[in-house]
């Protein structure tokens, strides 16, 4: 990692502005990440952004890179064209950093903890130029849900794939598993917001529409596994709502689910209209050996025995390129 070294030479100036002031195009917030990641300092030791510099004061900085925590990306891809992608996001990384200034400053997101962001990033910095916002992204999953995800790699695919999203054209499938025997199918059309006062969002009469099926593929001793369709896109739709009529998805701590190695809940498939060719184009991400296993011990079987019909299914393996129009 190459530094740079800068004495400083003029009035008193917060360390933090100072760095601004480099000519790197850095941002305020960017800055104060740097001296907060100790790749800033000042006379060869780490001070906080607010540290004010003084005549003779010699600054040193590096920028930071890609390394191994942020490699991967590549093995993530489902499918790929000239305008489009779809990965399989693990469960346990972010979309995106929680900090400003990545969006503006894409080796921004480098600083931190490895996020999907950053492992794009490290490996196609192309994302980043000719008009693209967000590296591509279009939509997003929380934390612990896996799954299939859809980035754009060209301004205009960009703007198509959002509408897509934002005027519900988007045929979305999830694989989850609540606690409790769920009903055979149901309709949960209920508002969510945040209600003043508290933390988290919940379903909520003033909140904003909101409505999710499912489908019940599945039962195990105190469980069932569930395919999902949310009609719309609320954040933590699916989590809310099952919580709401007492079947918390099991492993989110969130909203009541039972312990588990993992929160059960998987983007398994976006049916859409290609934002070029404009067919009807349905891609899927199998799930992940760590759903499957977490399943098989959660509903009262050991894990590596014969799964059944419906499980087995959705988790068949997909080529690369297993994208039907």
């Not at 030791?45 to 010699?58: E, I, M």
Request: net charge positive; with cysteine; aromatic share 6%.
């Amino acid at each position: 990692m190459k530094k740079n070294k800068l004495v400083y030479d003029g009035e008193p100036r917060r360390l933090d502005v100072f760095l601004t002031e480099t000519g790197e195009n850095f941002s305020r917030s960017y800055a104060r990440r740097l001296i907060e990641e100790g790749l800033a300092t000042v006379n060869g030791n780490n001070k906080k952004p607010a540290y004010v510099l003084n005549p003779g004061d010699t600054v040193e900085f590096s920028l930071p890179g890609a390394d191994k925590t942020q490699k991967g990306f590549e093995d993530l891809v489902l499918f790929e064209d000239k305008v489009l992608l779809a990965v399989r996001k693990p469960a346990g990384i972010a979309v995106h950093p929680n900090a400003p200034g990545w969006e503006t400053n894409p080796k921004a997101s480098l600083l931190g903890e490895p996020t999907l962001v950053s492992m794009i990033y490290a490996a196609r910095p192309e994302m980043a130029k000719g008009g693209i916002e967000r590296l591509g992204l279009v939509h997003r999953l929380d934390r612990d849900t896996s799954g299939l995800m859809l980035l754009a790699k060209t301004k205009e695919a960009q703007e198509e794939l959002k509408t897509g999203f934002r005027e519900r054209l988007m045929e979305k499938t999830y694989i989850g598993a609540v606690a409790g025997i769920a009903e055979k199918k149901g309709l949960i059309d209920a508002p969510i917001g945040r209600a003043s006062g508290f933390k988290k969002i919940k379903v909520w009469e003033y909140g904003r529409e909101a409505v999710t099926e499912y489908v019940r593929t599945e039962k195990g001793k105190g469980c069932s596994l569930l395919e999902i369709h949310p009609k719309t896109g609320r954040t933590n739709q699916i989590r809310i709502h099952l919580a709401h009529i007492g079947h918390p998805i099991i492993g989110d701590k969130l909203y009541g689910g039972p312990t588990a190695a993992r929160m059960l809940l998987h983007s398994f498939s976006l049916a859409f209209k290609h934002p070029v060719t404009g067919r009807k184009t349905k891609l899927e991400a199998p799930l992940p050996e760590d759903f499957k296993k977490t399943w098989e011990e959660v509903k009262g079987k050991p894990a590596g025995k014969a799964r059944p019909r419906r499980l087995a299914r959705v988790g068949k393996a997909r080529p690369r390129r297993g994208v039907r129009e």
